[in-house]
């Protein structure tokens, strides 16, 4: 299992930035996708943006050129950049791992929710109009 920590969210004026983070602990693979999806109040979870262990890395085309996603292996911490914020990006972030499958992230498609066991508490991004 691996225990995961958002941080960095906050409330912003549209237009932007923000940084995230996702600190991760315990028992973690070095075949591990991790992703980044967001929920709003009143709709579904969806992702944002991955990234496998191979470093391939997809976006949903709603953040595609405004969001990226990085990792830094030697902390275990993974980011999302989120430039020229806009307030539809408004919701709760999270993280997620997914335990060593090997799950490999083609570019134009976002693995859905149910690949991953392992998720963090979120941190809530507010963007202002």
């Known amino acids: 299992q691996v225990q995961l920590v958002e941080s960095g969210g906050g409330s912003v004026q549209a237009g932007g930035s923000l940084r995230l983070s996702c600190a991760a602990s315990?028992?973690?693979?070095?075949?591990?996708?991790m992703e980044w999806f967001r929920q709003a109040p009143g709709k579904p979870r969806e992702g944002v943006a991955a990234?496998?262990?191979?470093?391939?890395?997809s976006y949903s085309d709603s953040v595609k050129g405004r969001f990226t996603i990085s990792k830094d292996n030697a902390n275990n911490t993974l980011y999302l950049q989120m430039n020229r914020l806009k307030p539809e990006d408004t919701a709760m972030y999270y993280c997620?791992?997914?335990?060593?499958?090997?799950?490999?992230?083609?570019?134009?498609?976002?693995?859905?929710?149910?690949?991953?066991?392992?998720w963090g508490q979120g941190t809530q991004v507010t963007v202002s109009s």
């Open positions: 997620a791992a997914d335990r060593g499958l090997g799950l490999t992230v083609v570019p134009g498609t976002l693995p859905g929710s149910g690949f991953f066991a392992d």
């Open positions: 315990g028992y973690i693979s070095n075949r591990m996708c």
């Open positions: 990234i496998d262990s191979d470093g391939s890395i």
